[in-house]
């Protein structure tokens, strides 16, 4: 289960790794929380979404449709309201209703039914920062984080399903500077100039505490899939910016796998690990 805030996350954050373990035969589902619907056009040849937030929350689950399919998985919505990204100094206060208000066991609920339902054996979501400070992403953190330590004790969520133990809990790191700066240095050394200079800057004012890897996971066979899924988000994704500014040859060459974060583990399992089901396949608890 891969726990995320907004359709697109789920393709931009270890999309590659989902699609691996889906064509393995893994049950994969992406929960989503929220519908995206006050996310920004940001793709500049998309045009414009007419009918305000209804329209983009329709325009958004045709995209997330299209993704799920590239991607081999099932998808569910948890059925919050996207908070938007509040800009400005001071910071405007966040639309009444939306997903980071939403006090925590209420948000936290439907996704403890949905873990009890499903019965996930590892979740995948964000480190405590978000992976950056958008208050969904916070937030997001705060519910599968909720909803792990929750599902399986039986006094808690009363009535929301038979209780269920997840078995590990990692922190996608899709976004880390390492990543992006060996990613930089390489494009460099081959082309002279890369685009991701700036941003790296920029990432690095944000003072986003790097966490460490424990995990990383060897699926660059599914880069071809994790793209289409990216294309599929076509009101965010520009097929020529940011998420494709790397030549995918120098990416094969220099970082073929995406990085996780073992939070909690209720297994044994040794440190690195390449699969996110070290220490739970070949055992009683796998079945």
């Avoid at 964000?126 to 953190?141: A, K, L, R």
């Avoid at 060459?253 to 399992?269: F, H, K, Q």
Wanted: one cysteine or more; a negative charge; hydrophobic letters at 40%.
């Amino acid at each position: 289960m891969a726990v995320h805030a907004h359709p697109d996350d789920e393709s931009s954050k270890g999309a590659a790794t989902t699609a691996m373990y889906a064509a393995q035969g893994v049950d994969v589902l992406v929960v989503t929380c929220t519908g995206g619907e006050r996310g920004d056009v940001l793709n500049t040849k998309y045009g414009e979404v007419a009918g305000g937030v209804e329209g983009m929350r329709a325009v958004r689950r045709e995209e997330m449709a299209a993704a799920a399919a590239a991607l081999g998985i099932r998808q569910h919505w948890l059925g919050f309201v996207d908070s938007g990204l509040p800009e400005g100094d001071p910071l405007p206060p966040l639309p009444e209703g939306c997903f980071a208000l939403v006090p925590l066991e209420e948000a936290s609920a439907p996704l403890v039914e949905l873990m009890r339902e499903f019965r996930p054996h590892v979740v995948t979501t964000y480190d405590p920062t978000g992976g950056y400070p958008h208050p969904d992403h916070v937030m997001c953190h705060r519910v599968a984080f909720e909803a792990f330590a929750a599902a399986g004790d039986p006094d808690r969520y009363v009535g929301r399903g038979e209780p269920w133990a997840p078995l590990k809990l990692y922190y996608n790191h899709s976004f880390s500077l390492a990543r992006f700066r060996t990613l930089h240095d390489a494009i460099v050394a081959a082309h002279g100039e890369s685009p991701f200079g700036d941003w790296i800057d920029s990432r690095g004012a944000m003072e986003i505490p790097e966490r460490p890897v424990t995990t990383r996971i060897p699926c660059s066979e599914f880069f071809a899939a994790r793209d289409d899924a990216l294309r599929a988000h076509a009101t965010q994704i520009d097929p020529d910016g940011f998420f494709f500014a790397v030549p995918r040859d120098v990416e094969l060459e220099v970082w073929r796998t995406e990085e996780y974060e073992l939070a909690e583990s209720r297994v044994p399992t040794t440190l690195p690990e390449d699969d996110l089901f070290a220490g739970v396949r070949g055992t009683e608890l796998a079945r």
